[in-house]
């Protein structure tokens, strides 16, 4: 069992993102601001470096000058930005000026590695300091976990996901379409793990929300390598389904497959469900996405956590705090009166 958090200090992190696209830049303000509410208490700093001064770090954690006690006396003033050329990364300060300097010992504190290219960069890092892996689909932690350095005994790492646990999509689906427990799903091969999860949760959920019905799901899958097997594998799930559901791997990534994916759903009437607000814009029916705030609130606890508590295997977790998104012009079309957002996620949320 982990160690109970300590409410009064606020976690000290580095957080080093792998790209300068808007999604990473937002949950690196959103870390700042949650830091800043427990810094008007503690002394907690978070530094912000895009994945190529990671290899400087050392160096100049090794050559910073000793800071005294008094460093930054205002909520942000701890909080520093180095921000890489046309970067979507919170400034709080001239992009030109050096990383700031850190008491001697201190370290880096928990590096946090915003983004798959920093997961593996940080992972393979020499160093003992906690370590955090952020915003990883499901599948870029499987690529992760084949390195031995993930399984080092000498650090505490933790893993957050960003994408929704298959058990929460199924919750979705029952409250956007009660009873109906038919789901189509087309995969690409590295949608393995997906599956599997899939599966599992379509096996317990009925036990787990005895409420809603115990009738089975079933699940009629089939994989489509490459863009010349999608119709096929549409034609086979298609007549099978209630609806079809879109996994987080390359179908569902790629532009061309998830638009012949949402164009054969609208031919058969099917509504599809899917895990980001782009494909409900597109015409799924509804999503269950996470937003940059839940989600840096839910990893600054984990870096509290991980401050105090000994290596081992990696603790992972799946967004905790998710929020239905939906397509009131799709819902038209398939002639669906839906309840307000805001009443499917808390349907989605409810515990049996």
Avoid: C
């Avoid at 952020?134 to 996901?161: H, N, Q």
């Avoid at 799924?284 to 940059?292: D, I, K, S, T």
Wanted: aromatic share 2%; charged share 20%.
């Amino acid at each position: 069992m982990a160690a109970p958090l300590a409410a009064s200090w606020a976690a000290d992190m580095t957080l080093i993102l792998d790209d300068t696209i808007q999604q990473y830049g937002e949950f690196a303000a959103q870390m700042r601001s949650v830091n800043a509410a427990s810094h008007r208490l503690t002394q907690g700093k978070v530094d912000i470096l895009p994945l190529d001064s990671l290899r400087q770090l050392d160096g100049q954690q090794a050559a910073a000058p000793r800071s005294g006690p008094d460093d930054g006396d205002s909520v942000l003033a701890g909080v520093r930005t180095r921000s890489a050329r046309g970067s979507m990364l919170p400034d709080t300060g001239a992009s030109a000026s050096p990383p700031p300097a850190r008491a001697e010992g201190s370290g880096p504190g928990v590096l946090v590695a915003v983004g798959p290219r920093a997961a593996r960069a940080v992972v393979l890092r020499a160093g003992n300091e906690p370590v955090l892996l952020a915003l990883l689909g499901r599948l870029e932690y499987e690529e992760l976990r084949a390195l031995p350095a993930l399984r080092r005994p000498d650090r505490a790492i933790g893993v957050l996901l960003r994408d929704p646990a298959a058990a929460e999509q199924l919750s979705l689906i029952d409250a956007v379409l009660p009873g109906k427990r038919r789901v189509g799903v087309v995969t690409a091969p590295q949608a393995e793990p997906l599956m599997r999860e899939l599966a599992s949760a379509a096996l317990t959920w009925p036990a787990q929300h005895p409420s809603r019905g115990g009738r089975p799901w079933a699940i009629t899958a089939a994989d489509a390598p490459d863009s010349h097997a999608l119709t096929g594998a549409l034609q086979t799930v298609v007549p099978a389904s209630d609806a079809l559901l879109v996994l987080p791997d390359p179908v569902g990534s790629t532009s061309a497959a998830a638009l012949a994916l949402l164009q054969s759903a609208a031919t058969a009437n099917l509504p599809v469900f899917a895990t980001s607000e782009a494909m409900v814009r597109a015409g799924a029916l509804a999503a269950l996405v996470p937003g940059n705030a839940q989600l840096a609130e839910q990893a600054h606890a984990l870096t509290l956590r991980l401050r105090q508590a000994p290596p081992g295997p990696p603790v992972v977790e799946a967004p905790r705090r998710l929020t239905v998104r939906t397509n009131p012009h799709v819902a038209r079309r398939l002639g669906l009166a839906l309840p307000p957002d805001d009443d499917l996620t808390a349907a989605v949320a409810r515990r049996d």
